[in-house]
């Protein structure tokens, strides 16, 4: 039972670059999320998905597109990569939206030169 | 929007009680109030969640007094191994859907020492 699965778990990218990051849960879960955090700070939600079929912004939303594929999988791309984008993402799932506690991944360490 | 505020860092010694307070004067009706904890280069873990007076379990408590505008995860003997951040958190609704989500603030930084 693996949990949450983040690839890549490094990537650095120049600026202009796009990429995409995968986040897979085998929970069962209906919901997953991806977040953002930079050096000394907390969280910050990008993009969530409450179940199969829909998404929502977050927080911070601008610069990226996210897909729900199915129940398991839910990908956060960059279309045209930016230093202010370098940051740890982290996905989660929990069973659902509101105060269902979140299960999180490993995070991908993204660098944008 | 249902926002959180804690301590920036807390210091501590082995072998003693730690109280991390958080206030969330906006919390919702229906919210319930949750704490995470985060160790270096590792995603959160969930600790304990709770809708109001007091919850426990093999890792912590939660105090929730009865008007819910503030909530107090204990930490009971801590030792080095309990050095990490620690978030807590209410729900907070999304602008056009409604829908729900958990939103993290900056967090506690905990620091025990021997």
């Known amino acids: 039972n693996a949990g949450v699965t983040q690839t890549p778990k490094f990537q650095v990218l120049k600026t202009g670059q796009s990429m995409t990051l995968q986040c897979a849960q085998d929970m069962n879960h209906n919901s997953m999320y991806w977040y953002r955090q930079d050096p000394g700070m907390g969280l910050r939600l990008i993009y969530y998905s409450a179940s199969e079929g829909t998404t929502d912004k977050g927080e911070v939303p601008n610069g990226y597109n996210v897909s729900r594929l199915n129940k398991r999988e839910f990908s956060l791309r960059l279309e045209s990569a930016a230093p202010s984008q370098t940051s740890v993402y982290f996905c989660?799932?929990?069973?659902?939206?509101?105060?269902?506690?979140?299960?999180f991944g490993n995070g991908t360490r993204l660098t944008v030169t | 929007l249902a926002k959180t505020t804690q301590p920036i860092s807390m210091d501590s010694y082995e072998g003693q009680e730690v109280n991390i307070t958080c206030s969330h004067n906006n919390i919702a009706t229906n919210d319930y109030i949750t704490w995470y904890q985060q160790f270096p280069s590792q995603g959160p873990r969930f600790i304990i969640q709770g809708y109001k007076t007091k919850v426990t379990n093999e890792v912590a408590s939660l105090f929730i007094p009865a008007d819910r505008k503030s909530s107090t995860l204990s930490l009971p003997r801590v030792s080095l191994s309990d050095t990490a951040v620690y978030y807590c958190l209410v729900g907070d609704e999304g602008k056009d859907t409604g829908r729900r989500a958990l939103t993290f603030g900056s967090g506690t930084r905990l620091q025990v020492q021997p």
């Open positions: 989660a799932s929990s069973e659902a939206t509101g105060d269902a506690p979140l299960h």
